[in-house]
């Protein structure tokens, strides 16, 4: 049973932008379906790729065509109103994402206002999708943010310490693309599961694009061969659950 925390749909008949000279491959509601059927996925969250840029209108039909038990996670800019706000929140939204990976423009001072003002509205939390360089300038911005989850266990070997110290303070960190980190990913999330039972939220961050190896159903053994079935449940479906407000 999963809460697939952090996945992405990739629909052609909505508007699609060049980032890094990248542009995916289709991969539709349709395909998502046929590619998860096998894991027994009882709800998730689609994620606003760079790709999609701040266009939230495929996520509002992805978000119908799926259900009540998956949610959103939006890119916005800074100018966005609070109507709109409250408006993406009924259609499913749970969350800004903020992808300073590849290519956000805002300034931190507005990441930090707009993160705050999600969640003063609609109790949003703010996703950082962001490397090791990165990581170690905003740490502390990081921290005086009232809720954030870290993308891709923070990517590199570089960022752990951090990521580590986030934990601690709070922060969910999710237990996704395995196959874009630099390190041998079940120490980290033994270590990071150590600090905070309630930090891992797996995903299975299909359909992988730009990733080293894509996921698989190794991704899923890693976690189900390796921690006892209570701690399965927390890591693939209940922090999630409780995360997202699902």
Avoid at 128 to 133: A, C, H, K, T
Avoid at 186 to 210: M, Q, W, Y
Wanted: glycine share 6%; charged share 20%; hydrophobic share 40%.
């Amino acid at each position: 049973m999963i809460i697939d925390a952090h996945c992405h749909i990739i629909e052609p008949n909505f508007p699609l932008i060049e980032n890094q000279g990248f542009i995916p491959d289709p991969f539709t509601v349709s395909d998502y379906i046929d590619h998860t059927h096998a894991f027994d996925v009882r709800g998730g969250v689609i994620v606003s790729g760079s790709f999609q840029g701040e266009d939230t209108t495929y996520l509002s039909s992805c978000l119908k065509q799926l259900g009540p038990s998956f949610v959103g996670v939006v890119q916005l800019p800074d100018s966005v109103t609070d109507k709109e706000i409250k408006r993406l929140h009924t259609v499913g939204v749970r969350a800004v994402r903020f992808n300073l990976k590849r290519g956000c423009y805002l300034s931190i001072e507005a990441i930090e206002q707009l993160a705050h003002r999600v969640y003063d509205l609609c109790q949003w939390h703010a996703e950082f999708y962001i490397d090791s360089v990165s990581l170690m300038h905003f740490e502390n911005n990081l921290l005086s943010l009232p809720a954030i989850s870290i993308d891709h266990l923070g990517l590199s070997c570089a960022s752990l310490p951090i990521v580590y110290q986030l934990a601690e303070a709070g922060c969910r960190v999710k237990a996704t693309g395995f196959g874009r980190v630099d390190f041998d990913p079940l120490p980290v999330l033994k270590k990071l599961h150590a600090i905070n039972e309630t930090c891992l939220l797996f995903g299975t961050d299909l359909p992988s694009t730009r990733a080293k190896v894509p996921f698989s159903e190794k991704d899923v053994v890693l976690i189900t061969n390796n921690f006892t079935p209570s701690e399965v449940h927390r890591i693939m479906y209940q922090n999630a659950y409780e995360f997202y407000k699902l």
